[in-house]
């Protein structure tokens, strides 16, 4: 199973102690908080908490993190799962490339393609599904490129500081 999370580029792997630091940057960069609607910042005692707990399986919390890695063990950034429902067979996900030197090399495909043959061939969901403000063409054209589609809008959904922008929403069924 350990080599469906790894790719030509990268591997997907589990949250480590030493990730408290690195978390704490990541979640902590308010110019990322729009995203996933932060709104407030992380302590690094919410984070170790968060780390130490995240032996539990996506079954338990509903939730999964894995970092991503270049091929010489870099932290990159992370693919998370969150919404997991087992009952419906889906599950939200998100992306980051935490910084601008590491984007546009592929990684994000990557890690997506290897996420999603996870997600349908180890958890056997039926779908997965994500949140994109209708502006952040790049990241709508990365879910698009692997089979999601957007499904619907939501109409001034989030509130910036540039007023409020639409929503879109897209999802990935499995062909059974």
């Not at 349908?120 to 692997?146: A, G, M, P, R």
């Amino acid at each position: 199973m350990y080599n469906l999370l790894k790719g030509e580029k990268i591997f997907l792997r589990a949250l480590e102690p030493d990730d408290v630091n690195i978390l704490y940057k990541w979640e902590n960069k308010t110019s990322v908080w729009h995203l996933s609607n932060t709104v407030s910042p992380f302590s690094k005692y919410v984070l170790e908490q968060y780390v130490q707990n995240s032996y539990l399986d996506i079954y338990t919390t509903k939730q999964l993190r894995l970092i991503i890695c270049d091929k010489a063990e870099k932290t990159i950034g992370c693919i998370d799962l969150f919404d997991f429902d087992p009952k419906n067979l889906r599950a939200g996900i998100g992306i980051l490339i935490a910084e601008e030197p590491e984007k546009q090399k592929g990684y994000a495909t990557e890690t997506l393609q290897l996420l999603i043959t996870y997600c349908f061939d180890v958890l056997n969901l039926h779908q997965l599904y994500c949140n994109i403000n209708t502006d952040n063409t790049i990241s709508i054209s990365l879910f698009e490129k692997q089979g999601f589609i957007v499904t619907g809008t939501k109409k001034q959904w989030n509130k910036s500081v540039l007023g409020w922008k639409d929503e879109c929403f897209l999802q990935l069924l499995k062909n059974d």
